[in-house]
C-alpha cells in the first residue's frame, strides 16, 4: 500500500486531495499545524 504524506489536511484542498488519495488505495498521513496563542 503507498503512502501520502498530506501538508495543511485540514484544508479544502488538502481535506479533498486526501479524500481522493484514499479512495485510490492509498495509506494517507496528515500533518496539521497547532494555532499560534499569540
Known amino acids: 500500500m503507498?503512502?501520502?504524506l498530506v501538508t495543511?489536511?485540514?484544508?479544502?484542498d488538502g481535506s479533498y486531495l486526501a479524500e481522493f488519495l484514499l479512495?485510490?488505495?492509498y495509506r494517507v498521513v496528515g500533518m496539521v499545524r497547532r494555532t499560534s496563542t499569540i
Do not use: N, S
Not at 495543511?8 to 479544502?12: A, S, V
Open 23 to 25: 479512495e485510490q488505495g
Open 2 to 4: 503507498p503512502t501520502a
Open 8 to 12: 495543511g489536511i485540514t484544508g479544502q
